[in-house]
């Protein structure tokens, strides 16, 4: 009887190290087939966005491509606002839970209109990573940035925005435009590896102490 409780025991050892490998797999965490939710200036869908084929989702829908004619562009409702009462314009997305980031990919329009993003470098643009744990907008990073396209392809202008070594722990990541002007985005991507609940942290733990101290008994037995 002690050699089932063994191999139980070592079983259940390998496969929290097999969770764990798998877990550390760097990911898209922003990809809505992943959980997460887009925004443009905190709302959802088609509701702010320029017209019914720009919607919020098409910031994390996979699709890099930004030219506005082939339907995946995320693309603001709010353009050119008169200077005493301009509110800049916001692209998001939240994570489900909490995700450890080490890089941040930035896609911009490709076909016109590509210097929105940050007035042609005279105005740069924000990344922010919040953190909601310790509260409601906590800001985790945030970093002025000027578009420079480290990505490139046939309708696809992206840019690399690498984070701090040892990564950022947040659950909102936002890009703001401080340029008086649309946003338009062909998509946005954060990679690293989603943050497992505490609880589940400690039922695997309790689970394998377990395991170990009956495998103890036995033995003694």
């Known amino acids: 009887m002690k050699r089932p409780l063994r191999t139980i025991l070592a079983c259940s050892l390998l496969a929290f190290g097999l969770t764990t490998a798998a877990s550390a797999a760097q990911i898209n965490v922003l990809l809505s087939s992943n959980g997460g939710v887009a925004d443009i200036n905190g709302v959802t869908g088609t509701g702010a966005s320029y017209d019914g084929t720009t919607s919020a989702s098409n910031l994390n829908d996979g699709n890099t491509d930004g030219n506005y004619a082939h339907g995946s562009l995320a693309h603001s409702a709010v353009g050119i606002q008169p200077i005493a009462s301009f509110v800049p314009n916001y692209m998001e997305v ?61 309708n696809v202008s992206g840019q690399v925005i690498p984070l701090p070594a040892g990564g950022i722990v947040g659950d909102v990541v936002r890009i703001t435009q401080n340029n008086n002007d649309y946003m338009n985005l062909g998509e946005l991507q954060a990679f690293g590896q989603h943050v497992p609940e505490p609880s589940s942290v400690v039922l695997f733990g309790l689970g394998a102490v377990g395991l170990f101290v009956a495998a103890r008994r036995r033995r003694k037995a």
């Open 94 to 154: 939240k994570i489900p839970g909490l995700a450890s980031l080490t890089s941040v990919d930035v896609f911009n329009r490709t076909d016109c209109c590509n210097g929105r993003i940050d007035n042609s470098g005279a105005t740069p643009y924000t990344l922010t990573i919040y953190n909601g744990v310790p509260g409601p907008g906590t800001i985790a990073f945030t970093e002025n940035l000027t578009f420079t396209a480290s990505i490139t392809g046939p």
